[in-house]
């Protein structure tokens, strides 16, 4: 399984990748399903229909979203909305907003909030941005400025109700969904909204296998993940278990 670490190590991380050709039939699925084929020679042809047109679907959803200026008055930095994944990927992560650097890089993750979270997950930088592999959505696509504390604010609310009913959808392959951070925890559980993260984090075998829930990976819960050891010692360990399944 490349890319994946599957015992607990974060400093040793996996750097070799499998690729993978989203054009390749998957031979776990009857040709139908993938890819049409001449019947003279039994090569794959032009891809079906139905797929043709949902891949095009996608594609224009991501236009629409990229163009996105809805929150361009509100946003310090101007809109940037960044969205990753196929399709076909079989991890999806719905997270919080772009920080500053992601914004000018336009790769979601590209910080120290992704190198640990990498840690987490027993990913190397590869796997982590092969798209046909994992998705990334925020709870806001855009960076969304400062608070005067100097953190980040919050995911403008209007992004996920807007755009997460018909993206999401597209990720129908994806063996697991993290939700990472307080944002999107609230979102997709909402009956938790009232408790805290510790607690909701303490209970996090009873969302499986919908949902993985983890906290944000900044250092604001470095302090957090010391306190409360069960987070290193028992869910990690599950949690790597769970990508290396998921993504094969």
Not at 148 to 154: A, C, E, K, L, Y
Request: charge should be positive.
């Amino acid at each position: 399984m490349s890319g994946v670490v599957t015992a607990y190590a974060p400093q040793v991380l996996v750097s070799a990748h499998r690729q993978v050709n989203s054009g390749q039939v998957n031979s776990r699925r009857p040709p139908e399903q993938t890819r049409c084929y001449d019947r003279r020679h039994g090569m794959p042809n032009a891809p079906l229909l139905s797929q043709r047109t949902s891949d095009d679907d996608f594609a224009r959803l991501i236009d629409e979203i990229r163009a996105c200026r809805l929150c361009a008055a509100e946003l310090p930095l101007g809109p940037r909305p960044i969205v990753r994944g196929r399709p076909e990927a079989r991890l999806l992560i719905i997270s919080q907003a772009p920080g500053t650097r992601v914004h000018e890089t336009g790769l979601s993750f590209d910080d120290r909030s992704g190198d640990r979270l990498r840690l987490w997950l027993g990913l190397d930088r590869e796997t982590f941005y092969d798209e046909s592999r994992v998705a990334i959505m925020g709870m806001g696509f855009c960076y969304p400025g400062r608070d005067q504390s100097g953190g980040d604010r919050p995911p403008r609310p209007e992004c996920a109700p807007l755009w997460h009913p018909r993206l999401r959808p597209h990720f129908r392959e994806a063996a697991l969904t993290l939700l990472v951070g307080s944002y999107a925890i609230r979102y997709y559980l909402p009956d938790r909204s009232r408790q805290s993260m510790t607690a909701t984090l303490s209970r996090w075998r009873e969302f499986l296998p919908e949902y993985f829930v983890l906290p944000h990976p900044s250092w604001r819960t470095t302090a957090w993940e010391r306190a409360n050891p069960w987070f290193t010692t028992e869910l990690l360990p599950e949690l790597r278990a769970a990508v290396g399944k998921a993504l094969g």
